[in-house]
């Protein structure tokens, strides 16, 4: 019997998104901890080509020195972390009935921040544009501009289609919606518009570990413990959808 290709595909087992107010907490946890560790790959690799660590904040960097291999070198080593990230969830969003595997494959695309990496290079920022204006000096800005929001387009858009295709249910637009512009819409209140500004003004500004400042440190140092007795319930962001209800609906 034929079928027709205009309904969306399921396994047989189908997952149900299952989210409350401890997945939300284990998510904003691995949201910011992955933030951090982002910015730590740029300012390592900075670290070990300039041999002293450079200035930062939250979200943004500076290399103790100005070398050609810096200029493409940190920058990448973020990126690598961050879309290595977003496809090993890509990989682990499968069209299977694993619980676990597509729980957190769903978990790292979203924690990865997709609509924050489009935005701030459509923009003209992020470490995409650092690595081509770094690498095509001579480049029209608008074709570089271009590049980029193409590259990053199709970057993240696998991830995300698979990402959409694992929900289920009327509400899977507003859900993947939500996940799409909400972690971005977060970070930017919280860190962007209250610990950047607070770091300013020298609360906890002094260096501290990894050349973080101290209050960076105190953050992160916060939501890796929220995430290590919290990590399990982001392995259940779906659990095998009842049969038998699904029948009765």
């Known amino acids: 019997m ?43 690799v ?36 961050s879309y290595g990230l977003l496809w090993v969830g890509y990989f682990f969003l499968k069209s299977d009935s694993n619980q676990v595997k597509n729980s957190l494959g769903f978990c790292l695309v979203f924690a990865t921040m997709p609509w924050g990496r489009l935005s701030t290079v459509a923009g003209g920022g992020g ?13 029209d800005p608008t074709i570089l501009l271009a590049t980029g929001v193409t590259i990053v387009g199709l970057l993240i858009a696998p991830p995300l289609y698979r990402a959409f295709r694992i929900l289920t249910g009327k509400q899977r637009w507003l859900v993947f919606v939500g996940m799409f ?13 209250m610990a950047n500004p607070l770091l300013k003004q020298g609360v906890l500004s002094g260096q501290g570990v990894l050349g973080a400042p101290a209050m960076v440190n ?14 399990k319930r982001l392995l259940q962001t779906f659990v095998v959808k009842d049969p038998t209800a699904t029948a009765a609906q």
């Not at 544009?129 to 480049?139: D, E, N, Y």
């Not at 512009?181 to 860190?191: R, T």
């Open 2 to 44: 034929a079928t027709s290709d205009s309904a969306p595909h399921h396994s047989a087992t189908e997952l149900s998104l299952n989210v409350d107010t401890r997945w939300g907490i284990a998510f904003v946890a691995l949201l910011f901890v992955h933030n951090e560790l982002h910015e730590i790959a740029h300012t390592a």
């Open 218 to 231: 105190v953050w992160t140092g916060l939501w890796v413990l929220v995430l290590a007795v919290s990590w």
């Open 127 to 139: 470490d995409e544009m650092v690595i081509l204006r770094g690498v095509f000096t001579s480049t």
């Open 181 to 193: 512009f909400l972690p971005k819409q977060l970070f930017s209140i919280v860190v962007l518009d």
């Open 46 to 81: 900075g670290r070990l080509i300039c041999g002293a660590w450079g200035a930062r904040n939250f979200n943004t960097w500076q290399t103790a020195c100005y070398k050609t291999p810096e200029i493409v070198l940190a920058p990448i080593a973020g990126l690598v972390w």
